[in-house]
């Protein structure tokens, strides 16, 4: 079975194995991803696989309109979120987050608390 990819930058790979960031914000060029669809998930810097993700939903959302929920959801403040995403698209006003939980080499959760 073949799976759609995702990158991530390599700064976040050891939030997302340690289940510390679950849910990614991007922009419309990524907005295709379905819920129960499973992401290879690669370093955006020299494309190293790292985990598989399964995607939990994909909800449309305004920049201004992010919040702490996201933030924490990211393991960042909300500050370093809107700074992060300022930073990556330029100018962008819309976005979707993507809900994700990590799975384990078996393709099942990974989570020891879910
Ligand atoms: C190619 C590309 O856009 N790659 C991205 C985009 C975003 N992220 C991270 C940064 C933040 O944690 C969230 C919100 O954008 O997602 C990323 O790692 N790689």
Request: aromatic share 10%; charged share 25%; proline share 3%.
């Amino acid at each position: 079975m073949s799976y759609r990819n995702i990158t991530f930058f390599s700064r976040f790979e050891s939030d997302i194995l340690a289940d510390r960031k679950t849910i990614t914000i991007r922009d419309q060029s990524e907005s295709h991803f379905q819920p129960g669809e499973i992401l290879t998930v690669a370093r955006n810097e020299d494309d190293q696989y790292f985990c598989h993700i399964r995607v939990n939903a994909v909800t449309p959302i305004h920049f201004d309109a992010l919040n702490e929920q996201h933030a924490v959801q990211e393991n960042m403040t909300l500050e370093e979120l809107k700074s992060v995403i300022q930073t990556i698209y330029p100018g962008q006003n819309e976005f979707v987050v993507i809900d994700f939980t990590r799975l384990d080499v078996t393709g099942n959760v990974a989570a020891t608390n879910s």
